[in-house]
């Protein structure tokens, strides 16, 4: 212990005063002197050179090396040279054998460390006083607290959405449920009334088959008696003699002949139910005639990409535009945020495919196609470039994809859009004669989705444009 204390002493002594160091300065070379001492050696020899060395200092005024200078305080500490100064909780020591030597701090470990113990192990190493490490530190943590608070409001900004997106969702399956039970009500509804008609019809084919029958069994009864009575009368004269049997021989003789020369009866056609009638192709029957109470949409627009100024109809196949109120409903990613915008619930990477939109009298609207990746935040043109290829109306004139006027003859109140990913090809026609209004050729790279857009409808008749199903060919 002696022997480390005196290499620490050693370490510790100016090589011109040859005490223990006051303010040390630390030249180029890694000499350390007394502050005065240096400075009194090149006035002495007016000369800038190492009193050890004679290596010329590149500094004018070197810098009090603290580290040395606390680690001279710590030694005349152990001496008892400051045991009546009080120490302060940054000169506590961290060393049990050295309880009243100030620590040090060791940057490059980040720990505080003995300053007699453990100094010879980091000379290597960024050794400060704890006051200049804590200052430090504390400027370290204070340049980490603004990403840090930036970071708390961007977690809290987030916490917020998703508490958002929970209510809305749970919005969201409570009009999905009133829309399923509205929607299999109709048709329990429907099923009921077809079932009674079915039961009705039953029952008139039951009435007709019991008329049918009844009637029949009645020419029987009628038929039976008057046998019952004949042969009873002849039974009756075959039991007379002589004279009284001749007398009643010819009235008797004719009636039997007169019942003899009828046609005998037989068991007609049609005197059970009909059930041919009655349960042929009933169930089919029943689903054609429920087509009419339900349509396939060959697109289903997706609400969880229509801004908050576009309303969508129950069935999500017509979208409208608000006049005035926005919808509250939380901003996720495949929300379009910048313009009233909604896409189609399915996309598609090959085949053709096809559906009519009606726009009737609208007056402004966008409909076509978008690709998957488009963006739906930011400012941008709604072309091939970006991702779209559309057909636009709006003051009274057609656009086509590259924003290019039109010139109709007609003004279509039902368009088909027609898709043929495989040839890179988007075609718009008027579905009253079929007409083409204008195609664009590009290259898909991706999943390409129906697209929509609606301005307001002011005066017009039709407030909301509608997906139809496509219900003529196109003839090629």
């Given at each position: 212990?002696?022997?480390?204390?005196?290499?620490?002493?050693?370490?510790?002594?100016?090589?011109?005063?040859?005490?223990?160091?006051?303010?040390?300065?630390?030249?180029?070379?890694?000499?350390?002197?007394?502050?005065?001492?240096?400075?009194?050696?090149?006035?002495?020899?007016?000369?800038?050179?190492?009193?050890?060395?004679?290596?010329?200092?590149?500094?004018?005024?070197?810098?009090?090396?603290?580290?040395?200078?606390?680690?001279?305080?710590?030694?005349?500490?152990?001496?008892?040279?400051?045991?009546?100064?009080?120490?302060?909780?940054?000169?506590?020591?961290?060393?049990?054998?050295?309880?009243?030597?100030?620590?040090?701090?060791?940057?490059?470990?980040?720990?505080?460390?003995?300053?007699?113990?453990?100094?010879?192990?980091?000379?290597?190493?960024?050794?400060?006083?704890?006051?200049?490490?804590?200052?430090?530190?504390?400027?370290?943590?204070?340049?980490?607290?603004?990403?840090?608070?930036?970071?708390?409001?961007?977690?809290?900004?987030?916490?917020?959405?998703?508490?958002?997106?929970?209510?809305?969702?749970?919005?969201?399956?409570?009009?999905?449920?009133?829309?399923?039970?509205?929607?299999?009500?109709?048709?329990?509804?429907?099923?009921?009334?077809?079932?009674?008609?079915?039961?009705?019809?039953?029952?008139?084919?039951?009435?007709?088959?019991?008329?049918?029958?009844?009637?029949?069994?009645?020419?029987?009864?009628?038929?039976?008696?008057?046998?019952?009575?004949?042969?009873?009368?002849?039974?009756?004269?075959?039991?007379?003699?002589?004279?009284?049997?001749?007398?009643?021989?010819?009235?008797?003789?004719?009636?039997?002949r007169s019942l003899l020369s009828q046609p005998t009866l037989r068991l007609g056609p049609g005197l059970l139910i009909n059930q041919a009638t009655v349960l042929g192709n009933m169930g089919f029957k029943a689903w054609e005639k429920m087509r009419s109470q339900v349509?396939?949409?060959?697109?289903?627009?997706?609400?969880?990409?229509?801004?908050?100024?576009?309303?969508?109809?129950?069935?999500?196949?017509?979208?409208?535009?608000?006049?005035?109120?926005?919808?509250?409903?939380?901003?996720?990613?495949?929300?379009?945020?910048?313009?009233?915008?909604?896409?189609?619930?399915?996309?598609?990477?090959?085949?053709?495919?096809?559906?009519?939109?009606?726009?009737?009298?609208?007056?402004?609207?966008?409909?076509?196609?978008?690709?998957?990746?488009?963006?739906?935040?930011?400012?941008?043109?709604?072309?091939?470039?970006?991702?779209?290829?559309?057909?636009?109306?709006?003051?009274?004139?057609?656009?086509?994809?590259?924003?290019?006027?039109?010139?109709?003859?007609?003004?279509?109140?039902?368009?088909?859009?027609?898709l043929d990913y495989n040839e890179g090809k988007v075609s718009f026609y008027n579905t009253d004669d079929m007409s083409l209004i204008c195609s664009h050729t590009d290259r898909f790279k991706e999943k390409i989705f129906p697209f929509f857009s609606v301005g307001k409808a002011g005066d017009a008749k039709t407030k909301e444009i509608k997906i139809c199903p496509s219900d003529v060919q196109i003839k090629t």
């Amino acid at each position: 212990m002696s022997e480390r204390i005196a290499a620490v002493e050693d370490f510790l002594t100016c090589p011109v005063c040859l005490d223990t160091f006051k303010e040390p300065v630390s030249l180029g070379c890694n000499h350390s002197f007394c502050s005065s001492c240096l400075q009194n050696y090149w006035d002495k020899h007016n000369t800038k050179n190492c009193p050890v060395c004679r290596r010329k200092s590149s500094k004018e005024f070197p810098l009090v090396n603290f580290a040395l200078k606390q680690l001279s305080l710590s030694l005349k500490a152990e001496e008892g040279v400051c045991s009546k100064r009080p120490k302060t909780e940054a000169e506590e020591g961290v060393c049990s054998k050295h309880p009243l030597v100030p620590a040090l701090f060791c940057l490059d470990e980040a720990r505080a460390l003995c300053s007699i113990c453990e100094f010879s192990q980091h000379r290597d190493h960024t050794v400060v006083s704890v006051e200049e490490a804590v200052s430090r530190l504390k400027e370290q943590l204070q340049s980490e607290l603004k990403p840090l608070t930036e970071q708390r409001e961007q977690a809290s900004a987030l916490q917020r959405q998703y508490e958002e997106v929970r209510v809305h969702s749970e919005r969201q399956a409570e009009a999905c449920a009133r829309h399923i039970r509205e929607t299999f009500e109709r048709l329990h509804r429907f099923l009921q009334e077809e079932e009674e008609l079915r039961l009705t019809a039953l029952r008139e084919e039951r009435s007709r088959q019991l008329h049918t029958m009844d009637s029949e069994l009645e020419k029987v009864r009628e038929l039976l008696s008057t046998l019952n009575k004949n042969i009873s009368t002849v039974e009756q004269q075959l039991k007379r003699e002589h004279m009284d049997f001749i007398r009643q021989y010819s009235h008797s003789q004719k009636s039997s002949r007169s019942l003899l020369s009828q046609p005998t009866l037989r068991l007609g056609p049609g005197l059970l139910i009909n059930q041919a009638t009655v349960l042929g192709n009933m169930g089919f029957k029943a689903w054609e005639k429920m087509r009419s109470q339900v349509h396939d949409r060959p697109v289903i627009l997706d609400p969880n990409t229509a801004a908050r100024s576009l309303y969508l109809s129950e069935d999500l196949s017509g979208v409208r535009r608000g006049e005035t109120k926005q919808q509250q409903v939380p901003d996720n990613p495949e929300r379009f945020s910048k313009y009233a915008e909604v896409q189609g619930s399915e996309g598609w990477s090959c085949g053709s495919q096809q559906w009519d939109v009606e726009v009737g009298d609208h007056p402004s609207w966008t409909i076509g196609v978008t690709k998957e990746s488009v963006d739906r935040k930011g400012e941008r043109y709604a072309g091939p470039k970006n991702g779209f290829w559309c057909l636009f109306y709006k003051d009274g004139e057609y656009k086509d994809v590259v924003c290019k006027k039109l010139n109709l003859k007609l003004r279509p109140e039902k368009i088909r859009v027609r898709l043929d990913y495989n040839e890179g090809k988007v075609s718009f026609y008027n579905t009253d004669d079929m007409s083409l209004i204008c195609s664009h050729t590009d290259r898909f790279k991706e999943k390409i989705f129906p697209f929509f857009s609606v301005g307001k409808a002011g005066d017009a008749k039709t407030k909301e444009i509608k997906i139809c199903p496509s219900d003529v060919q196109i003839k090629t």
